[in-house]
């Protein structure tokens, strides 16, 4: 099946589970069931839990490793499936949490709004640029609250910064370079504990007839399910960039890199990109997961280069940089708040919750996550073909 009839067929199942909708009372809880028990499926889950908001209800995953591991997360009473059509049909889940592997998260999340739930789905929030588009559609469509896991739009020190931003003390910004450091040396070891259904999870990708337990446990860095880090960390960086700077789609993509330094694995661990965005700007985003290891707190950067200051926008800090031809630069005006960074999960979650009580849009609605999805799908196929990629908005397609 392709990857169209897939996502209509996944959308079908959807809408027969429309009475599964129930209305919430000013006092209930909000039941909550998670599609995608992995790690990070797991660590969600728990800031749903502790949310008073919240009662995690149920929790769906293909490998029944990770379905255990999700059930035991979520609690007593939890009920587990198989398969996420069934979940949807459940009267007490109100809103699913979607973290499954990238190129499962458009059909899933289009699944949820038909059948009637809300839908927290971790970034990027698809894997094609077709699908951000029907993603939007089906989402306005069905007057359901979708908030991407871009959790920065919610951490109270990335709230401030924007604040600073609006300020107008950078000046004319037309270059913004960013980047985030670290080290992946190793895949991961291909050892299964469980039985997984594989033809269920390739979906729309490519198949492979026999079970691959190295792709199965490293799917992450081949280009039939995601793009690696340069779109896992990308889409947290090129989201702030796009939140700070009042930007959209982008106009043009180029993206280069490496070969990759870990045997197996498709997609490089060093790339560089640069979008170019019809608002008059550059964004430059370098991978290095080659790199030497940092404290968190310094992995990562965003430089907003305005003809006035440059401002830097760090994971638990931000500084602002006045012109001085001083040998010591000394920030203007900086907020650091090390050590912090835990909470901005728990605060975008939050967030969520907020939204499907008040039924206003969330802090990282779904066209954001199209504006990033967009971008990170033509640096892949940039990266991929040597071209520099352009977007035609009209038309809804790279070319």
């Known amino acids: 099946m392709n990857r169209r009839g897939f996502l209509s067929t996944s959308a079908a199942a959807g809408w027969t589970a429309a009475s599964a909708q129930r209305v919430l009372g000013a006092n209930d809880r909000i039941g909550i069931g998670t599609i995608g028990t992995g790690g990070r499926g797991r660590t969600v889950t728990r800031y749903f839990k502790e949310n008073a908001k919240a009662d995690t209800r149920a929790v769906c995953d293909i490998y029944d490793e990770n379905l255990a591991l999700g059930a035991e997360v979520a609690g007593t009473n939890t009920k587990t499936y198989h398969e996420y059509e069934r979940l949807l049909e459940n009267k007490d889940i109100d809103a699913v ?21 809300d839908v927290y789905v971790e970034k990027p929030m698809c894997h094609k640029i077709s699908e951000a588009f029907e993603m939007i559609e089906a989402v306005r469509r069905t007057k359901r609250v979708v908030q991407v896991g871009t959790q920065r739009r919610s951490y109270d020190l990335f709230r401030e910064g924007k604040k600073f931003m609006e300020s107008g003390r950078l000046g004319k910004i037309q270059l913004v370079n960013s980047w985030w450091y670290s080290n992946v040396s190793n895949p991961r070891n291909p050892v299964v504990n469980g039985k997984v259904d594989w033809e269920r999870w390739q979906g729309y990708a490519s198949k492979t007839k026999e079970f691959d337990p190295f792709r199965f446990r490293n799917w992450y860095w081949f280009y039939d399910y995601s793009g690696g880090l340069t779109v896992g960390q990308g889409a947290h960086i090129l989201d702030c960039i796009n939140w700070y700077m009042d930007a959209k789609f982008p106009s043009a993509v180029t993206c280069v890199g490496t070969s990759s330094a870990v045997a197996g694995l498709e997609i490089p661990q060093t790339t560089s990109l640069t979008v170019e965005y019809p608002e008059d700007f550059l964004a430059t985003f370098t991978l290095g997961y080659n790199h030497m290891v940092y404290n968190a707190a310094h992995d ?49 979650v939050d967030n969520f919750l907020s939204c499907v009580q008040s039924r206003k849009d969330p ?29 035609d908005l009209n038309q809804k397609k790279m070319i």
């Open 97 to 117: 949490l979607v973290a499954t592997p990238d190129h499962w998260h458009a059909p899933i999340t289009i699944a949820a709004c038909e059948a009637g739930k």
């Open 300 to 348: 990562q950067m965003k430089q907003f280069c305005g003809d006035k200051g440059r401002f830097d926008v760090s994971r638990e800090s931000h500084r602002f940089y006045e012109p001085t031809r001083e040998l010591e630069q000394k920030p203007a005006h900086e907020l650091v708040r090390y050590g912090t960074w835990g909470r901005s999960t728990a605060q975008h």
């Open 363 to 391: 802090n990282a609605p779904v066209e954001a996550g199209a504006y990033v999805a967009v971008a990170l799908a033509m640096a892949m196929e940039s990266l991929k073909t040597g071209n520099r990629m352009r977007f």
